[in-house]
């Protein structure tokens, strides 16, 4: 909920979500707790679906919020992911919906920036994945499960054809460093073009290299 360009982080990814061609919802999966009151409060005056549910339980979350709207694939997005390019999502539901696979996303090989994750599958297949773990890391990581098991389930991963140069790249905000990076990425490019894409965050970073070293030392925390 903190405010870049004037906007809490969490407007700005709905509006990137909302330019999604191929999305045709929106629904934000929070918690039960008081502190996410003022989410709700956000969807409801940005006419987009809310669902409330478990903090720890995450896979149980989406998973009611999907079958409470009648959603038969998912597009799934996690809200630390505010830089998310709507090209990239309409690309991975064209791959998903021409084929035959049970899950289709950009993060088995790791070629796109850390944050702009992007998963889709059946609801139908995270209802198998329900029944058949208890495990509480599977259920705090909603698709731990689906692409942790390969021999069940028929996966493809999307490649993004950017230069290895960018694939290092953090865009997610889980830090302060994080939330100070994406916040001058927005500061440069949101004023000029609202629906600036990943390319034009790549070419912000060719001409000012110095953006890296803001949070460059951070770890991404291994989910097992």
């Known amino acids: ?21 191929r ?5 934000i999966a929070t918690t039960t707790n008081d502190g996410d009151d003022q989410v709700e409060s956000l969807t409801q005056r940005l006419g987009i679906g809310c669902f409330r549910g478990s903090e720890h339980d995450v896979l149980d979350r ?11 694939v998912i597009v799934e997005i996690t809200g630390d992911c505010p830089l998310i390019d709507f090209q990239v999502i309409d690309k991975l539901v064209d791959v998903y919906q021409a084929n035959d696979f049970d899950y289709v996303a950009n993060i088995l090989k790791r070629t796109f920036p850390r944050g702009l994750d992007t998963q889709v599958f059946a609801t139908s ?60 990425v927005y500061e440069e490019l949101y004023p000029v073009n609202p629906a600036f ?12 290299p110095e953006l890296r070293t803001i949070n460059q030392h951070i770890m991404q925390k291994a989910v097992r």
């Open 1 to 21: 909920m903190r405010p870049v360009v004037g906007k809490p982080l969490l407007e700005l990814l709905v509006e990137r979500l909302k330019r999604a061609r």
């Open 23 to 27: 999305v045709d919802e929106v629904v």
């Open 62 to 72: 989406v998973l009611r919020a999907a079958q409470a709207t009648g959603t038969d």
């Open 125 to 184: 297949v995270l209802e198998e994945v329900a029944r058949l773990t208890d495990d509480p890391v599977d259920h705090e990581h909603v698709s731990l499960y689906i692409y942790q098991h390969p021999e069940r389930f028929k996966l493809h991963n999307v490649e993004s054809g950017m230069p290895e140069e960018f694939w290092d790249l953090r865009l997610t905000v889980d830090t302060p460093e994080d939330f100070a990076l994406v916040r001058r």
């Open 197 to 208: 894409t990943v390319q034009d965050v790549a070419e912000l970073f060719q001409r000012q």
